[in-house]
């Protein structure tokens, strides 16, 4: 299993911008799909939004469309998760999670075999 570790979380008011990070271990980064989920008080965990390891496919989730950037950098073996015009009902817990399968970027929970810690974000209205 690669290890995984978000930072970046934190407070911010409606309508601002945070930028999530996670730093992969592993020298085989750059073959896996990675994707972003969270999971808000009483509810179940999401998918927000996944990249490729080529970062040629990018899906999201339709709450987050137009707001919200995932990307790589390959070299420095970290994704992140731009999250602009954030809203209340994005307060979560964050996490990164790595599908080490060389194959089509998915967006189940279940595919996704190695998972961060989470870092909590926090939109005050």
């Known amino acids: 299993q690669v290890q995984l570790v978000e930072s970046g979380g934190g407070l911010v008011q409606a309508g601002g911008s945070l930028r999530l990070s996670c730093a992969a271990s592993g020298r085989t980064f750059r073959t896996y799909n990675m994707g972003w989920f969270r999971q808000a008080p009483g509810k179940e965990r999401e998918f927000v939004a996944g990249i490729s390891w080529s970062s040629g496919s990018l899906y999201y989730a339709e709450s987050v469309k137009g707001r919200f950037t995932i990307s790589r950098d390959n070299a420095k073996n970290t994704v992140y998760l731009q999250m602009n015009s954030l809203k209340p009902e994005d307060t979560a817990v964050y996490y990164c999670?790595?599908?080490?399968?060389?194959?089509?970027?998915?967006?189940?929970?279940?595919?996704?075999?190695?998972w961060g810690q989470g870092t909590q974000v926090t939109v005050s209205s």
């Open positions: 999670a790595a599908d080490e399968h060389l194959r089509p970027l998915v967006t189940r929970m279940v595919e996704f075999g190695s």
